[in-house]
């Protein structure tokens, strides 16, 4: 069975600064898709930034960009310039790429703190 | 930007009640799911609706949940008989294609007293 594990339940940053949130996965599967979703105190999950395991390529998305480390099974995120408004759980998810479903498989959650 | 919608945002219910949570998900999504998520514990996964049926359930949808998709638009989770550990955050999500990831809902948040 697949999983994810965030080893960090809390960090914090100083508006501006840069931070990377971590993830690991374990998997016997070769396919298969990486995201990080973003939920504010609002609640809502929101896609942050998505990665195929057959691209070599990290995805970035504007201040947004992770490193996936397939042979070691990591996939960190990493938030550039850090805004007050990025204070959020952050949750790392992994998807079969076999899977008809859809399913995904959430890790436990970093909560992060943007500090003034 | 499209979005799924959820209704009611909050709902109270007496433990053994029947609810029903309601989303609309977006119009040309295919894939539509149902996520849990207990107060700040992780999320997870409930069931994944395809074509008109179910194409995959968890351990925790069991007999006391049930999905519909009543028209073209509407796609509702029922809970039978609800328990005080129901009481949770309630995510719809659709997707176009699996692999671009899900377009979660604002979430219903139920509790059992």
């Known amino acids: 069975a697949q999983t994810v594990t965030q080893s960090q339940p809390e960090m914090s940053v100083q508006e501006a600064e840069t931070v990377t949130l971590s993830c690991t996965y374990d998997t016997s599967e070769s396919n298969y898709y990486l995201f990080w979703y973003k939920q504010p105190p609002s609640r809502q999950m929101i896609l942050v930034i998505r990665q195929e395991a057959y691209k070599q390529q990290n995805a970035t998305e504007n201040r947004f960009s992770v490193n996936f480390q397939k042979a070691a099974k990591s996939f960190s995120l990493k938030i550039s310039d850090s805004q007050l408004g990025d204070t959020a759980m952050y949750f790392c998810a992994f998807m079969k790429g076999s899977s008809n479903t859809g399913k995904l498989i959430f890790g436990q959650g970093t909560t992060l703190q943007v500090k003034p | 930007e499209p979005e799924v919608t959820q209704t009611p945002s909050h709902q109270v219910t007496q433990m053994g009640q029947e609810v029903i949570l309601r989303c609309v998900p977006i119009s040309n999504h295919l894939y539509f799911y149902w996520y849990r998520q207990i107060l700040g514990q992780k999320v997870e996964f409930l069931v994944s609706f395809y074509n008109n049926e179910i194409s995959e359930k968890s351990e925790i949808f069991d007999d006391q949940f049930s999905v519909e998709r009543p028209d073209g638009s509407n796609f509702t989770l029922k809970i039978r008989s609800t328990k005080l550990e129901d009481s949770a955050m309630y995510f719809c999500?659709?997707?176009?294609?699996?692999?671009?990831?899900?377009?979660f809902g604002s979430g219903t948040r139920l509790t059992v007293v």
């Open positions: 999500a659709s997707s176009e294609h699996r692999k671009y990831g899900y377009t």
